[in-house]
Structure formats: structure tokens, C-alpha cells
Nanobody
Framework: QVHLVESGGGLAPPGGSLRLSCSVS????????MGWFRQAPGKEREYVAG????????YYSHRVGGRFTTSVDNANNTVILEMDSLFPEDTAVYYC????????????????WGQGTQVTVSS
């Protein structure tokens, strides 16, 4: 069983930055695909970024490409989401997900999900 815990959310001003971490435990994620989703109040859940545990393949939605960067810290069993040039529209609860299939992650049906961390972008 994969256990995911997000941290690093909080309040940032427009144009600011935040760094989210997803701590992974329970089993080796070699061969797994990791994803970041977000959900704002009253809006559908959105897939914003994904990366294979090897770091060889990644995905960014058009809304965050060029501003967000995801990476895997193998030494600490952690997945990182660096968020720069934040907009108020980035305000949402951000979730980390994991599954052996990247297609399943992208479809929002990953087998493992974290509890989420709140990101608020406001002056």
C-alpha cells in the first residue's frame, strides 16, 4: 500500500512561489507514475503535472507549463512541485497521486492519493 502525504501549501502573493512536497511510504515506487491534481471550490478537479518515478517522462497542463516544475527526490522518497509566477487562479487544494499506470493517473483514477494541501494566492 502506497501512503502519500503532501506538505508545503500556504499563502503566497501573486507572482510568488511555493514548493509542495509529497512524501511517499509503503513500498518502492520504481516503475510508478506520480501526478499532481488540484481542485478549486466549485470547479472540477484538474490534472496539472505528472512524472514517472524514474524522472524520464513528465507532463504539464497548458495552464501551468513554464511556471510549475515537478521532480522526484529518490534519496528522500519525495515528489516535489515547484510553483513559480503564481496567479490567484492557482488557488486550490493540491493532491499528490501515484499509480503504476500513467494513463490511470492522467484519468484521475490513481490507486493512491494524498490528503491534499491548500494553496492560496492572494495579496
Amino acid at each position: 500500500q502506497v501512503h502519500l502525504v503532501e506538505s508545503g501549501g500556504g499563502l503566497a502573493p501573486p507572482g510568488g512561489s511555493l514548493r509542495l512536497s509529497c512524501s511517499v511510504s509503503g513500498r518502492s515506487l520504481s516503475g510508478y507514475c506520480m501526478g499532481w491534481f488540484r481542485q478549486a471550490p466549485g470547479k472540477e478537479r484538474e490534472y496539472v503535472a505528472g512524472i514517472t518515478w524514474s524522472g524520464n517522462d513528465y507532463y504539464y497542463s497548458h495552464r501551468v507549463g513554464g511556471r510549475f516544475t515537478t521532480s522526484v527526490d529518490n534519496a528522500n522518497n519525495t515528489v516535489i512541485l515547484e510553483m513559480d509566477s503564481l496567479f490567484p487562479e492557482d488557488t486550490a487544494v493540491y493532491y499528490c497521486t501515484a499509480d503504476p499506470s500513467c494513463a490511470v493517473v492522467a484519468a484521475g483514477r490513481a490507486s493512491s492519493w494524498g490528503q491534499g494541501t491548500q494553496v492560496t494566492v492572494s495579496s
